[in-house]
């Protein structure tokens, strides 16, 4: 990764860059939330920076540490030309989940935004076609957050153990289904 | 853990102590309260210390020398614990000599342990095992044998002792002698001989006994109940209250694939109500949850789905409404959450148009003590009480019912007790239904219709203790098979009959609660917390 | 007599001829298809059992080969895929993915295609070595020799009742 | 084949379903095509039907638990996975490998790169409906698994690294079997690449079929063989060595038009580029430790564990609690058979991690599989699917 690109960051936006560090050697810089597009941008179109691959986004949920505001957006940059990388976070709030999107910068944003919709129901404003990606639209809720409980299933194929009179087999008050004779009647 | 934490500041709300003074630990600079349990502060700012032996509910001896320091001007370590902040006070916490001395006596603590984790039911909450790992986490160099104690102890009825796991830190013996008032257990013999014993001629059967289980830092006293039963770090833990009688003891569920375990104290609960303790009775009422529900609708008899049962009620509701609307009697559940009463009484007055309702409740027993448990067996009384403005007890409705004053009896709970002749005329009624979570009671049973109801441990919702202390209940466990919280059926039912009962959680009405009754003015709802396994939660003790 | 016994010996005559021919649908999911690929190959042979040849449309398949994991999302699929399939059929559930789901246990996944689906054989291990399949594709044969696929045993079981003279529960008329 | 005539464009379009599960596909995915005769107008692409919830299930296992999951990623090349999540979380704790284990990470997973393209090829060939060479490469398979079975003691699902260095050391005569078996392979390739390189139709279907700029190909994230068959010479091997590739000789083929033909090309080069790598690394490796020593990251010996309460307690209290990283996050990257497979790991110093992110190299391809499908035939959709190379479990996680 890339002290200078940290460097150069702090000043050209000395007032969106919340804060700072490189833990292991990645340098990793936490953007006002409103400047991200301005901030993204820049780093592409800088010559000596040319952060031009959005390596990957995906986001954390902070629900159990407590933290506020509650969510973050990770971006992984890269630069093809100067072999570089720097990690741009932005803070979301829980009630205002909202983001610009990047897909005017990069092509693979479409896809990584609409993974963190699915996953954690951050929007991207202004993305094209913002719908679920790996799940199917028929799901409830967002199962990468913290308060979704990991095995709560929703089956798009109803299962006979929703039955009542599974229950009412399992408390021994139904007549258990007949089963064909055993191998031995044969 | 944040939420731990968290909770551990809203404690520390004592009135102003002693003066501050200034001492220095590693240092850096605290603003410390004379005379205050050194090692207690520092546990208090989040300093990392071991300690085994001393415990903040109870007198301090200083026997396991864990929580060893060093103290300017004194060439030898002394304890943490024993020792009370002074001014100046420059104490070492980190030196090599004190962590030094800190790993030989884990070492020692060691020596003589048996290889028991595997089948150990303290294994993963184990305090031992935790300050092994963070402290020393050498390996052995013992070659000899270890000294064999007897393994299996039945000390009383509710608890085993595994005298070899044992290390002698007199935490239970002191909690007998100081808590329960009761010095059921001693330690005889002496050096590598010394065991944890009841006094000659006595049982440990005091009804706080278990509470020693709780405070063991090993697997030395196991509760019959719950050993062998599940890995604590299978287990998920859902913050809520105990149901087994109107003190509301804070608690903490602890279960797993929606099946209760156990029931523990609340690490840094409400100290003023349990002080972290918590009655043996208490514990088991899990037990109950779980036994012979109430799981299907039942109309007259038999067994339905939730639409046929809830139609039913709706219109034996609009036929009753036809006539006279003050004969319609509405009963409050004690065993209910407020949410639920509140729902409960807001259909009966707005809706139903009735003019008072009853509340059902268990009779007061004698079982209470001065501390812990009380003799009131309902949870919910005075939050059911606070719920409707004119309440009229069990035998005010019997009453009322045999002078024929009523043409259709709603019960939410199973706590109202009638005599025969009272049940006989309820069932002659237009409508007699009941909200209940258990089929065992004569009410229940004769009911014309039994609408299964989700138990304490299933529904998210607020109780009131006996003094008037709001607390929250979590759902730690789903709902068997088919059974629904309270609020919910009444809304439904309400629905059905066209009635605009339109509450859709229990924190609305908890809010719309707070508005109408002064008791839940200053009632807080808290925070939501999703179980939490405790695999990773650190381990308890 | 003589017509049961006929029929009783045609049935066999059948169930023999079904066995080693057995046209495969496999609804390759996951990791399982790269045992699945190795199975084709040339070091375990499944031709030698007659079930070599994949018919990628399941009205011409007559076996399922569940390969993977199969989640909630594909749920419908499966489903439509195995009730396309003419009768008889038979259904394998390949890797613990798709007979229990696994240690996935989430969210996603669906713990085991019998939810959905009768399967006739199972096959552990994740993935199952070309061993286990072979055995499982020996036993599925065996169990269409006998006729008691799960789509074959409604037939098998009335002809059961007649031959033997049982009434519906079972017992002697 | 006969390109549809511009007029015809004013025609209705069809609208044609691929998948979720077809015939020519490996994997589950849905292809929704619209149709202007036989020309794909317009393209919708459809992953997730393998999402099987691999953050959620890492969130609830500690941080040694999750090796079994990588294996499932990419399921082609399991071993490259471990080596990419043990490194992470190796960088995320600080603790450098013995020397000995990052040689044996660097074959395995060579060993592994091969397999899965040759897994790859194999797709390729058969799903164009080619079936001879999927036997060849079957065969060629088969023996890198058995020396991956060898030294793990598992044909596919292997979860042999191990966080720290590797689980145990290569089984005896390993190098003589590689050494012996590495020219087998390579007749494997040279069988194949006689069977369809110069094959007229495989060409026709191949060559000038889905191309894609170097620019475009970095906006979308392109990493590995595909981005290498645009021209851009970037693999995390070369442009940030890791483990000892930096004393390795090899180069990085890369295409020149960024079409199906480039970016199968690439591969077909890079297995031979992979047993250079493999021998170098057989001559160079020398005896010494596989596991670091810390004993609160790596579980003591059995022996031990049974025997002494401290090592009992050790074993336990890695094994139910997880050995414990420091507070933090970190991003560590590492070449995959489908290119850079990144793992963002974030730290909150417990047993299990907070966030472990997959950064899955095909998700990026099949991103772009819409643009570079457009306007081609529909029969064009296969050999460009199959040249991403999308793996379900690494795509859909």
Same mark, same amino acid.
Request: net charge negative.
């Given at each position: 990764m890339s002290a200078k690109a940290l460097e150069r960051l702090e000043q050209r936006f000395a007032e969106c860059v919340l804060e700072t560090h490189d833990f292991r050697g990645d340098e990793t810089a936490v953007v006002d939330r409103a400047a991200i597009v301005d901030v993204a941008s820049w780093l592409r179109d800088e010559p000596d920076l040319a952060f031009n691959m959005l390596t990957d986004m995906t986001a954390v949920d902070w629900l159990l540490e407590g933290r506020e505001p509650r969510f973050e957006v990770v971006y992984q940059l890269y630069s093809v030309e100067q072999r570089h990388r720097l990690r741009i976070k932005v803070q979301v709030p829980e009630e205002d989940p909202v983001v610009d999107t990047l897909t005017r910068l990069y092509g693979i944003a479409d896809w990584l935004e609409r993974e963190i919709w699915d996953m954690y129901g951050i929007r991207f404003k202004g993305h094209p076609n913002l719908k679920r990606i790996l799940l199917y639209e028929e799901f409830v809720g967002h199962p990468l957050r913290k308060d979704y409980p990991k095995e709560k299933r929703q089956p798009l194929v109803r299962r006979p153990e929703n039955e009542i009179a599974d229950v009412l087999a399992r408390r021994g008050k139904a007549r258990p289904l007949p089963q064909p004779p055993p191998r031995s009647a044969r | 853990m944040a939420n731990e934490t968290e909770e551990k500041k809203t404690d520390k709300t004592e009135p102003p102590g002693p003066e501050l003074v200034e001492i220095s630990i590693d240092g850096r600079k605290y603003q410390a309260p004379k005379g205050e349990n050194l090692l207690q502060f520092m546990l208090e700012q989040g300093l990392e210390i071991s300690y085994f032996c001393y415990h903040p509910g109870l007198s301090v001896v200083a026997v396991c020398r864990q929580c060893l320091v060093g103290l300017a001007k004194m060439n030898k370590l002394v304890p943490a614990c024993q020792t009370p902040i002074g001014p100046g006070m420059e104490v070492d916490n980190s030196s090599d000599k004190v962590l030094a001395a800190r790993r030989q006596l884990l070492e020692f603590t060691l020596v003589n342990h048996p290889v028991d984790c595997p089948i150990c039911d303290k294994a993963g909450e184990c305090i031992l095992q935790r300050h092994y790992m963070d402290w020393d986490h050498a390996p052995s160099k013992i070659d000899h044998s270890k000294v064999r104690k007897p393994k299996h102890v039945d000390l009383g009825p509710r608890i085993v002792l595994d005298d070899e796991r044992c290390i002698l830190c007199t935490r239970c013996v002191r909690f007998m002698a100081e808590v329960a008032k009761d010095p059921q257990l001693v330690v005889s013999k002496r050096g590598s001989k010394a065991v944890l014993t009841v006094a000659p001629g006595r049982k440990l059967d005091h009804p706080y006994s278990l509470n020693v289980v709780d405070i063991c830092p090993v697997g030395a006293l196991t509760d019959k109940d719950f050993r062998f039963k599940m890995r604590v770090w299978e287990l998920s833990s859902t913050r809520s209250v105990c149901n087994g009688c109107a003190t509301g003891c804070p608690c903490e569920v602890h279960h797993r694939r929606d099946r209760i375990y156990r029931l523990v104290p609340r690490r840094y609960g409400n100290h003023d109500i349990n002080d972290n303790w918590m009655c043996d009775f208490g514990r088991y009422t899990y037990k109950a949850v779980a036994a012979d529900r109430l799981s299907l609708p039942r109309v007259q008899g038999k067994e339905t789905g939730w639409d046929e049962a809830i139609g039913f009620v709706a219109d034996r509701l609009k036929v009753a409404l036809e006539g006279d609307r003050a004969r319609i009697g509405v009963v409050l559940g004690? !065993?209910?959450?407020?949410?639920?009463?509140?729902?409960? %009484?807001?259909?009966?007055?707005?809706?139903?148009?009735?003019?008072?309702?009853?509340?059902?409740?268990?009779? #007061?027993?004698?079982?209470?003590? !001065?501390?812990?448990?009380?003799?009131?067996?309902?949870?919910?009384?005075?939050?059911?009480?606070?719920?409707?403005?004119?309440?009229?007890?069990?035998? #005010?409705?019997?009453?009322?019912?045999? #002078?024929?004053?009523?043409?259709?009896?709603?019960?939410?709970?199973?706590?109202?007790?009638?005599?025969?002749?009272?049940?006989?005329?309820?069932?002659?009624?237009?409508?007699?239904?009941?909200?209940?979570?258990?089929?065992? %009671?004569?009410?229940?049973? %004769?009911?014309?219709?039994?609408?299964?109801?989700?138990?304490?441990?299933?529904?998210?919702?607020?109780?009131?203790?006996?003094?008037?202390?709001?607390?929250?209940?979590?759902?730690?466990v789903a709902p068997v098979d088919f059974a629904r919280p309270h609020w919910q059926i009444l809304v439904q039912v309400a629905r059905r009959a066209g009635l605009t009962l339109d509450f859709v959680s229990p924190r609305a009405i908890f809010e719309a609660m707070q508005q109408e009754i002064e008791l839940f003015k200053d009632a807080e709802w808290g925070a939501e917390l999703p179980p939490q396994l405790l695999r990773y939660a650190g381990s308890r003790g | 007599m003589g017509l049961e016994f006929e029929t009783g010996r045609l049935a066999d005559a059948v169930n023999w001829a079904r066995k080693f021919s057995l046209f495969q649908y496999p609804f390759v999911t996951a990791c399982c298809g790269m045992e699945y690929m190795a199975l084709w190959g040339p070091r375990y042979d499944v031709a030698r059992f007659g079930a070599e040849f994949p018919r990628f449309s399941p009205r011409q398949a007559d076996m399922l080969m569940v390969v993977g994991t199969v989640t909630e999302r594909q749920g419908p699929v499966l489903k439509r895929i195995y009730e396309q399939i003419c009768e008889p059929k038979w259904v394998v559930s390949f890797g613990v993915c798709a007979s229990s789901g696994g240690f996935y246990q989430n969210y996603a996944t669906m713990p085991g295609i019998d939810h959905i689906i009768p399967v006739d054989v199972y096959i552990p291990g994740c993935p199952p070595r070309p061993e286990a399949i072979i055995d499982a594709l020996v036993m599925l044969q065996e169990k269409i020799q006998s006729g008691r696929g799960w789509s074959q045993r409604q037939y098998f079981v009335e002809q059961e009742r007649r031959r033997l003279g049982l009434d519906q529960e079972g017992g002697r008329q | 084949m006969m390109e549809t005539p511009k007029d015809q464009e004013s025609l209705d379009l069809t609208t044609m379903h691929m998948g979720p599960s077809h015939p020519a596909m490996h994997g589950t995915i849905h292809i929704k095509v619209q149709l202007a005769g036989e020309r794909i107008e317009n393209a919708e692409v459809n992953i997730g039907y393998l999402h099987r919830g691999f953050?959620?299930?890492?969130?609830?296992?500690?941080?040694?638990?999750?090796? @079994?999951?990588?294996?499932? *990623?990419?399921?082609?090349?399991? &071993?490259?996975?471990?080596?990419?999540?043990?490194?992470?979380?190796?960088?995320?704790? +600080?603790?450098?490998?013995? $020397?000995?284990?990052?040689?044996?990470?660097?074959?395995?997973? $060579?060993?592994?790169?091969?397999?899965?393209?040759? =897994?790859?090829?194999?797709?390729?060939?058969?799903?164009?409906?080619?079936?001879?060479?999927?036997?060849?490469?079957?065969?060629?398979?088969?023996?890198?698994?058995?020396?991956?079975?060898?030294?793990? +003691?598992?044909?596919?699902?292997?979860?042999?690294?191990?966080?720290?260095?590797?689980?145990?050391?290569?089984?005896?005569?390993?190098? /003589?079997?590689?050494? /012996?078996?590495?020219?087998?392979?390579?007749?494997?390739?040279?069988?194949?690449?006689?069977?369809?390189?110069?094959?007229?139709?495989?060409?026709?279907?191949?060559?000038?079929?889905?191309?894609?700029?170097?620019?475009?190909?970095?906006?979308?994230?392109?990493?590995?063989?595909? *981005?290498?068959?645009? +021209?851009?010479?970037?693999?995390?091997?070369?442009?940030?060595?890791? *483990?000892?590739?930096?004393?390795?000789?090899?180069?990085?083929?890369? +295409?020149?038009?960024?079409?199906? &033909?480039?970016?199968?090309?690439?591969? &077909?080069? $890079?297995?031979?580029?992979?047993?250079?790598?493999?021998?170098?690394?057989?001559?160079?490796?020398?005896?010494?430790?596989?596991?670091?020593?810390?004993?609160?990251?790596?579980? @003591?010996?059995?022996?031990? =564990?049974?025997?002494?309460? /401290?090592d009992m307690i050790n074993h336990f209290k890695l094994v139910i609690d997880g050995i414990r990283p420091p507070r933090g996050e970190v991003y560590s990257y590492t070449e995959a058979g489908n290119g850079e497979l990144g793992f963002y790991l974030v730290s909150d110093g417990t047993g299990r991690p907070v966030k472990c992110r997959v950064r899955p190299p095909c998700f990026m391809g099949m991103a772009a599989l819409k643009q570079l499908i457009e306007g081609h035939m529909v029969a064009d959709v296969i050999p460009t699917f199959d040249t991403i190379n999308m793996i379900g479990g690494e795509c859909d996680r």
């Open positions: - | 004690a !065993d209910a959450t407020n949410e639920d009463n509140f729902a409960a %009484s807001r259909l009966a007055f707005d809706f139903l148009g009735a003019p008072r309702v009853y509340l059902g409740a268990e009779p #007061e027993g004698d079982a209470g003590d !001065d501390f812990l448990r009380d003799n009131d067996p309902n949870p919910n009384r005075a939050g059911a009480a606070a719920c409707g403005a004119d309440i009229g007890t069990a035998a #005010e409705l019997a009453d009322d019912l045999a #002078e024929g004053k009523l043409a259709a009896l709603y019960v939410v709970g199973e706590r109202l007790h009638l005599p025969a002749e009272a049940l006989a005329k309820a069932q002659a009624l237009d409508l007699f239904a009941v909200q209940a979570t258990h089929d065992r %009671s004569p009410l229940v049973q %004769s009911a014309q219709v039994a609408l299964p109801a989700a138990a304490w441990a299933e529904v998210d919702g607020t109780i009131t203790n006996r003094e008037n202390r709001t607390q929250r209940l979590r759902a730690a | - | 953050e959620k299930e890492a969130e609830a296992h500690c941080w040694q638990q999750i090796f @079994p999951y990588t294996d499932r *990623l990419n399921y082609v090349s399991p &071993m490259l996975n471990n080596v990419g999540y043990a490194m992470a979380v190796e960088k995320l704790c +600080g603790v450098t490998v013995p $020397e000995r284990a990052q040689y044996i990470r660097v074959i395995v997973g $060579e060993i592994a790169r091969i397999a899965d393209h040759l =897994t790859y090829m194999a797709a390729q060939t058969m799903e164009m409906g080619a079936f001879t060479p999927y036997f060849y490469v079957m065969k060629g398979r088969d023996w890198l698994w058995d020396l991956l079975e060898e030294v793990s +003691g598992a044909r596919l699902t292997h979860s042999y690294v191990r966080i720290g260095g590797v689980a145990w050391d290569l089984s005896e005569g390993f190098k /003589e079997k590689t050494i /012996e078996i590495l020219p087998r392979i390579d007749q494997v390739v040279v069988e194949l690449d006689k069977l369809m390189t110069r094959n007229r139709i495989f060409l026709d279907r191949m060559q000038d079929i889905a191309v894609i700029s170097a620019e475009e190909a970095i906006s979308y994230g392109w990493t590995g063989p595909c *981005l290498r068959g645009s +021209g851009v010479d970037y693999d995390v091997r070369k442009a940030h060595p890791y *483990l000892v590739y930096d004393r390795m000789d090899f180069e990085i083929p890369i +295409g020149t038009d960024g079409d199906n &033909m480039d970016r199968y090309m690439v591969r &077909m080069e $890079e297995m031979r580029q992979s047993m250079r790598i493999i021998r170098q690394a057989l001559d160079q490796i020398e005896p010494g430790p596989v596991m670091i020593e810390d004993r609160l990251v790596v579980i @003591p010996q059995k022996a031990a =564990t049974y025997n002494t309460i /401290e």
